[in-house]
């Protein structure tokens, strides 16, 4: 039935390959339904909660009603773990990686599980209780589907899985739609009204996902027929410069004094080298900039940042032609 709807196959032609399916495959019972249309009717009333979207209501813009759709963070999470071979891959505790090349032991680094990070992090935990790192990532992109316009997906996956299991289609989940707004003329699309507007919408999206986790509570998975306690943590955020610079809320590069990703450098002092003090771009500076009303020196947007909410946000790493760069949440 996927497949008829799949194409948009006609009632009569599904009926056909039930026919051939049925006459060929030589099983006492066929476990194919009788007909397309019965099909049809029983997919459209199977309910599967973890699956389905929920919408909310954002904003209203010129006239246009903006509808978050975006699907639980949490059953989203179970609905990876009830894939059996992500369940019986995914890995509970920190590893200390060594291998012996060249005839010297170097330290790997290939997955989250093997970093400091990990380790650190892992230690303050309390008996019992083990990390589920989770992986956001986003960008722009064509919906060809939907009439060539433009969507913001945004997806989900675990640190816990390994690069080779996390790498498969199956270890990955929609989690939601990003709104962007549309400005019906350039005079509306160049003011900073609309542009405010878009970061507001952008970071209520953002918070209206992650508000399960914002005071970091115990959650209960079931993994390989027991029940562990997971506390969560959002350890990476993949996206592009101009997405990053949005998760932030900072002014992008071009406009910006201090474009630096990580630290609060100036333009003029990017290639000083006899800087003495340099100060990392962390969620409590940015705080202390903004109430203090240094907004704008600093290139940072006055509106919340989602992520400050939560216990677990150290940092961004960005994608960008093959470059990393790390940015304070």
């Given at each position: 039935?996927e497949i008829i709807n799949k194409y948009r196959l006609s009632n009569s032609a599904g009926d056909a390959i039930i026919t051939f399916f049925n006459k060929f495959s030589n099983l006492d019972i066929s476990p194919l339904l009788l007909s397309t249309k019965t099909g049809k009717e029983f997919l459209n009333v199977t309910i599967v909660p ?96 939907m009439g060539k316009s433009f969507g913001h997906p945004m997806f989900l996956s675990l640190g816990n899985i390994p690069n080779h299991q996390r790498n498969k289609p199956e270890s990955k989940a929609l989690i939601g739609y990003l709104l962007i707004l549309k400005a019906m003329d350039s005079k509306t699309k160049n003011s900073d009204k ?136």
């Amino acid at each position: 039935m996927e497949i008829i709807n799949k194409y948009r196959l006609s009632n009569s032609a599904g009926d056909a390959i039930i026919t051939f399916f049925n006459k060929f495959s030589n099983l006492d019972i066929s476990p194919l339904l009788l007909s397309t249309k019965t099909g049809k009717e029983f997919l459209n009333v199977t309910i599967v909660p973890y699956m389905m979207f929920k919408e909310v209501p954002v904003k209203s813009f010129q006239n246009v009603e903006y509808v978050f759709y975006y699907r639980l963070l949490i059953k989203t999470i179970k609905s990876l773990l009830m894939i059996d071979s992500i369940n019986q891959s995914l890995v509970l505790q920190y590893e200390d990686k060594k291998e012996v090349r060249n005839g010297v032991e170097c330290r790997i680094f290939g997955e989250q599980y093997y970093s400091n990070w990990w380790k650190r992090e892992e230690s303050d935990l309390l008996l019992g209780q083990y990390l589920l790192s989770l992986i956001l990532y986003s960008d722009v992109t064509t919906l060809d589907h939907m009439g060539k316009s433009f969507g913001h997906p945004m997806f989900l996956s675990l640190g816990n899985i390994p690069n080779h299991q996390r790498n498969k289609p199956e270890s990955k989940a929609l989690i939601g739609y990003l709104l962007i707004l549309k400005a019906m003329d350039s005079k509306t699309k160049n003011s900073d009204k609309f542009r405010m507007a878009q970061r507001k919408v952008f970071q209520k999206c953002l918070s209206t996902l992650l508000e399960p986790i914002i005071e970091g509570p115990e959650l209960h998975f079931v993994m390989r027929g027991d029940i562990i306690t997971f506390i969560l943590c959002i350890f990476i955020i993949i996206a592009d410069m101009v997405e990053a610079d949005k998760f932030t809320n900072v002014y992008q590069p071009s406009c910006s004094r201090r474009p630096c990703a990580k630290y609060l450098v100036s333009r003029d002092d990017l290639n000083n080298t006899n800087l003495m003090e340099i100060i990392p771009r962390t969620p409590d500076a940015m705080k202390q900039a903004i109430n203090s009303g240094e907004d704008k020196d600093y290139s940072i947007h006055p509106e919340k940042n989602a992520f400050w909410k939560i216990r677990y946000s150290e940092l961004i790493l960005v994608s960008e032609i093959g470059l990393w760069t790390a940015y304070y949440l």
